[in-house]
């Protein structure tokens, strides 16, 4: 079924198609991929869209989905979209780079044919850490990828014999001790490697350069935005040989690859750019460009974003500083948030038990809703364990308490940047899926005792199109 909305603005009319939900299907045994795609897009298509105008292309690679969205010059979104992973399972576990590359193209193929020959470059986001180590010469994964929260504990204490105190790279969950970890297990061939991170990869398929990241997804494995380099003590280590070439996010790397343009419709000047990660995009997005706006994601986790005029990070609180531009985003990701209230209700129960709380009173309950063990921001302790009981009879109480502790969570974290020095914060816009909740933004306002408000885009994929559109202009 397909509905057309016409809704006229200004002297012309944009004709937004909803496609509807495409059926569901399940996996009809293990062999076969469990399928659950849900596919919405809509589709502005303004008339006035004159031969020549360049849109621009941005992907959101997170933790439950995947959405794109298509911008022209003016920032106006001319079609978006989202498509829920598809697991693929191979001996027991998800296989995460085929349902990413299946969304990669599944993305693509749900962008208006009449859009694709005006796109004149694209960039991707992805989750911060989640790395994939692939053979040089065909860019096939040699390992399963490491996802963003998984942590590799045995390789910290290598990792902080080599790097400065309290570094970025001293977290079990960091780029760097996954790297480790891969290169001292015995079974790893020590073959011609690249090490990647989710971003590069997709971005990989589309260009074809293999080996190129961009300087906020290598921080993390330990390369030094402010000096623009890896440090002296990571190159000096056997395995830096498999580092990638990095460049600042929305850094034109080449052309798209010739058999995807013309599968496609893209045209034969669409460029690729380097990307970020999630939650640099969502602040991207957010346009918060002065010191002391700060973005939180509220996604599947519980990630914050400061402008900051001054660089912080001590790996002891999960505290670190990406680079933008000239000024700093001083933050961390938390492994609260989303995902966890996921596991207790679905997103219209979310909508229908939000409405009926009451935001101004202050939940009594006291919990650290985590999914599993294990916390990196604002307390770096991967054998944290979650606080969800006692549970109240009524679920509305239950949600709050929820999203209340959430929320003290969040303002324990500003309240730790202002510690260690950053720019106080002096505003939050809010991105991510319960951007939408606006009992939660109020009992935020409350909690963190700031003005807190939705970003004008909530979307990460927007902050990509910006980067697609940066790096057009290069
Ligand atoms: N009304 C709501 N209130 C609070 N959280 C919500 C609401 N609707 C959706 N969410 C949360 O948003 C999250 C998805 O947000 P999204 O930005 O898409 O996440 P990600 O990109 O990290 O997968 C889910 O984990 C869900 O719990
Ligand atoms: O938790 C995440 C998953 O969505 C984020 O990707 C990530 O941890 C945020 O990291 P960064 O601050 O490097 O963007």
Same mark, same amino acid.
């Given at each position: 079924?397909?509905?057309i909305?016409?809704?006229? &603005?200004?002297?012309h009319?944009?004709?937004?198609?909803?496609?509807?939900?495409?059926s569901i299907?399940?996996?009809?045994?293990?062999?076969?991929?469990?399928? &659950?795609?849900l596919? #919405?897009?809509?589709?502005?298509?303004d008339v006035?869209?004159?031969?020549g105008?360049?849109?621009y292309?941005?992907?959101?690679?997170?933790?439950?989905g995947?959405?794109?969205?298509?911008?022209?010059?003016e920032?106006?979104?001319?079609?978006?979209?989202?498509?829920?992973?598809?697991?693929?399972?191979?001996?027991?576990?998800v296989?995460?780079?085929?349902?990413?590359? &299946?969304?990669?193209?599944?993305?693509?193929e749900?962008? @208006?044919?009449?859009?694709?020959?005006?796109?004149?470059?694209?960039s991707?986001?992805?989750?911060?850490a #989640? $790395?994939?180590?692939?053979?040089?010469?065909?860019?096939?994964?040699?390992?399963?990828?490491?996802?963003?929260?998984?942590?590799?504990?045995?390789?910290?204490?290598i990792?902080?014999?080599?790097?400065?105190?309290?570094?970025?790279?001293c977290?079990?969950?960091s780029?760097l001790?996954?790297l480790?970890s891969?290169?001292s297990?015995?079974?790893? #061939?020590?073959?011609?490697?690249?090490?990647?991170?989710q971003?590069?990869?997709?971005?990989?398929?589309?260009?074809?350069?293999?080996?190129v990241?961009?300087?906020?997804?290598a921080?993390?494995?330990?390369?030094?935005?402010?000096v623009?380099?890896? @440090?002296?003590?990571?190159?000096s280590?056997?395995?830096?040989?498999?580092? @990638?070439?990095?460049?600042a996010?929305?850094?034109?790397?080449g052309?798209?690859?010739?058999?995807?343009?013309?599968?496609?419709?893209f045209p034969?000047?669409?460029?690729v750019?380097?990307?970020?990660?999630?939650?640099?995009?969502?602040f991207l997005?957010?346009?918060?460009?002065?010191?002391?706006?700060?973005?939180?994601?509220?996604?599947?986790?519980?990630?914050?974003?400061l402008?900051? $005029?001054?660089?912080?990070?001590?790996?002891?609180?999960?505290?670190?500083?990406?680079?933008l531009?000239?000024?700093?985003l001083?933050?961390g990701?938390?492994?609260?948030?989303g995902?966890v209230?996921?596991?207790f209700? #679905?997103?219209d129960?979310?909508?229908?038990l939000s409405?009926?709380?009451?935001?101004?009173?202050?939940?009594?309950?006291?919990?650290?809703p985590?999914?599993?063990?294990?916390?990196r921001f604002?307390?770096a302790?991967?054998k944290?364990?979650?606080?969800l009981?006692?549970?109240?009879?009524?679920?509305v109480?239950?949600?709050?308490?929820?999203?209340?502790?959430?929320?003290?969570?969040?303002?324990?974290?500003?309240?730790?940047?202002?510690?260690?020095?950053? $720019?106080?914060v002096?505003?939050?816009?809010?991105?991510?899926g319960g951007?939408?909740?606006?009992?939660?933004?109020?009992?935020?306002e409350?909690v963190?005792g700031?003005?807190?408000?939705?970003?004008?885009? $909530?979307?990460?994929?927007?902050?990509?199109?910006?980067?697609?559109?940066?790096?057009?202009?290069?």
């Amino acid at each position: 079924m397909i509905i057309i909305l016409l809704h006229v &603005t200004g002297d012309h009319y944009n004709a937004t198609k909803l496609i509807s939900r495409s059926s569901i299907f399940k996996a009809r045994n293990k062999s076969e991929p469990r399928i &659950t795609s849900l596919r #919405t897009s809509k589709v502005s298509m303004d008339v006035d869209l004159e031969v020549g105008k360049q849109l621009y292309l941005g992907m959101d690679f997170g933790t439950s989905g995947a959405r794109y969205a298509l911008i022209d010059k003016e920032g106006c979104i001319r079609a978006e979209g989202k498509k829920e992973y598809p697991l693929y399972m191979s001996e027991e576990t998800v296989d995460w780079v085929r349902s990413w590359r &299946t969304t990669l193209f599944a993305l693509l193929e749900d962008i @208006p044919i009449s859009l694709r020959p005006y796109i004149g470059s694209v960039s991707i986001d992805g989750t911060s850490a #989640t $790395t994939i180590i692939v053979d040089s010469k065909t860019g096939e994964p040699l390992c399963r990828p490491f996802l963003y929260n998984q942590s590799c504990p045995e390789a910290l204490p290598i990792v902080k014999a080599i790097a400065p105190p309290n570094h970025t790279v001293c977290s079990g969950s960091s780029t760097l001790c996954k790297l480790v970890s891969w290169w001292s297990s015995l079974n790893t #061939t020590k073959i011609a490697a690249v090490l990647l991170h989710q971003a590069d990869w997709l971005l990989w398929l589309l260009h074809g350069k293999l080996g190129v990241s961009d300087y906020n997804n290598a921080l993390k494995v330990g390369y030094d935005p402010e000096v623009e380099s890896y @440090p002296p003590w990571l190159l000096s280590q056997p395995y830096s040989r498999v580092l @990638p070439l990095v460049q600042a996010p929305g850094t034109t790397i080449g052309s798209m690859k010739e058999s995807i343009r013309t599968k496609f419709g893209f045209p034969k000047d669409c460029v690729v750019c380097t990307g970020t990660t999630d939650s640099i995009a969502a602040f991207l997005a957010a346009r918060a460009n002065q010191p002391g706006k700060a973005v939180t994601s509220l996604g599947s986790t519980l990630a914050i974003k400061l402008l900051s $005029t001054r660089r912080v990070e001590d790996a002891r609180f999960g505290v670190y500083s990406h680079r933008l531009d000239d000024k700093w985003l001083v933050g961390g990701a938390s492994n609260t948030g989303g995902a966890v209230l996921r596991n207790f209700f #679905t997103d219209d129960q979310l909508e229908k038990l939000s409405e009926q709380i009451n935001s101004a009173e202050a939940s009594p309950l006291d919990y650290y809703p985590l999914q599993d063990i294990g916390e990196r921001f604002p307390v770096a302790d991967p054998k944290m364990e979650p606080r969800l009981l006692p549970r109240p009879e009524s679920d509305v109480e239950y949600l709050h308490g929820i999203l209340e502790s959430i929320a003290r969570i969040e303002a324990k974290g500003y309240n730790l940047l202002k510690e260690l020095g950053a $720019t106080p914060v002096e505003e939050v816009f809010t991105a991510g899926g319960g951007s939408k909740n606006k009992k939660w933004i109020s009992i935020r306002e409350r909690v963190l005792g700031l003005p807190v408000r939705r970003a004008l885009q $909530t979307e990460a994929a927007y902050g990509a199109a910006l980067l697609a559109m940066k790096g057009a202009a290069q």
